[in-house]
């Protein structure tokens, strides 16, 4: 199984940017996924999730300004980031809770990250 993330890189404050992160391998079923961050010097933190059934919950920081959907057929997760501030600035990896068609167990897989600078 393999997370890969895309869409992120450098965008004046109060621009947008979409990132995407697709699941692929011996899928049998995916339950949540999400975005997190890290900042220099910082924990990784919470950005937004989704449930399998499309319920979501985001972080106090994001909230209006982020919004986090997925493509089931795809096994895919999107952010789209709008009104992005410097401080939204770090690493965004997503993550997922992946049924393996391998192990046939659930596990918890990342992406390799995607940097997001926010600067003018």
């Known amino acids: 199984v393999q997370l890969a993330e895309s869409g992120g890189g450098l965008v004046q404050p109060g621009g947008s940017l979409r990132l995407s992160c697709a699941a692929s391998?011996?899928?049998?079923?995916?339950?949540?996924m999400g975005w997190y961050r890290q900042a220099p010097g910082k924990q990784r933190e919470l950005v937004a999730a989704?449930?399998?059934?499309?319920?979501?919950n985001y972080a106090d920081s994001v909230k209006g300004r982020f919004t986090i959907s997925r493509d089931n057929a795809k096994n895919t997760v999107y952010l789209q980031m709008n009104s992005l501030k410097p401080e939204d600035t770090a690493v965004y990896y997503c993550?997922?809770?992946?049924?393996?068609?391998?192990?046939?167990?659930?596990?918890?897989?990342w992406g390799q990250g995607t940097q997001v600078t926010v600067s003018s």
């Open positions: 391998g011996s899928i049998i079923s995916i339950n949540a």
């Open positions: 989704i449930t399998s059934g499309s319920s979501t």
């Open positions: 993550n997922a809770e992946i049924l393996s068609g391998v192990t046939y167990r659930f596990s918890t897989w």
